[in-house]
């Protein structure tokens, strides 16, 4: 049987390196997305290989519209992509009153630009199949809000209405869009963001989350089960809210 063809995202970091270590547990060719840090992508390749999985490690700016498409136009040679995972993001926090245009801009172009630039390249392929999963990695600060995160907020939020929006466009061909929204995860960029002191205060299981369990809710919303959901905002947070 043809393995099904993955392509997540950031997947150098520690979230995005967790699912795609997942997928490729569900016998999925996982293509590791980086940025610039393609060494990272191709270490998680080679690790998922040498568990007996499948992986590639490919790089290219999200931001960048035409080498996206140019990157992606490569991996179509090879199959549609049937489970996208977007999961690229990042930070650069400040007070709005603080926050200058390229803050605002690099913020917004990775979260939500990225998005569009990766996945409507990927839609019509994927339509063709009848089948796909397209999994966006949000945040709990697009539910709640955060102090000094208005950027990426607004960012996150505005990826929960493209998910809702397309989800509905792609249902009747068996495409299901959902977004998952973690808390704080044990991860470099949470580890640097807040103390166990401050973790233990406001998470109310007194530990942040694990990259892997994010990623066992990414590998099952990318599952034959999952079949039925899909306009979803699922958050994972250790009943923060």
Not at 165 to 193: F, H, K, W
């Amino acid at each position: 049987m043809t393995k099904k063809l993955a392509l997540v995202t950031g997947g150098s970091g520690g979230i995005g390196a967790a699912i795609c270590r997942a997928l490729a547990a569900q016998d999925c060719h996982v293509f590791v997305h980086a940025n610039r840090n393609l060494a990272q992508a191709e270490s998680v390749a080679a690790d998922i290989t040498r568990a007996g999985g499948s992986a590639t490690a490919i790089a290219f700016d999200v931001t960048d519209r035409a080498a996206t498409q140019a990157a992606l136009e490569a991996i179509l040679q090879q199959g549609p992509i049937q489970i996208l995972v977007n999961n690229a993001g990042i930070h650069d926090d400040v007070v709005f009153p603080g926050m200058s245009g390229d803050q605002w801009d690099r913020v917004v172009n990775v979260s939500l630009n990225g998005f569009f630039n990766v996945t409507q390249p990927l839609t019509m392929p994927m339509l063709r199949t009848r089948w796909g999963r397209i999994i966006n990695i949000s945040s709990i600060a697009a539910i709640t809000g955060n102090h000094g995160q208005v950027n990426y907020s607004a960012a996150k939020g505005a990826l929960h209405s493209a998910t809702k929006s397309l989800a509905r466009e792609l249902a009747s061909r068996g495409i299901t869009v959902n977004a998952v929204a973690p808390g704080i995860i044990d991860t470099a960029m949470g580890q640097a963001a807040f103390n166990a002191a401050a973790i233990a205060e406001m998470v109310p299981m007194k530990r942040a989350g694990k990259p892997e369990e994010v990623a066992a809710l990414v590998a099952f919303l990318a599952s034959e089960q999952a079949a039925y959901i899909s306009g979803q905002i699922i958050s994972i947070n250790g009943a923060m809210i």
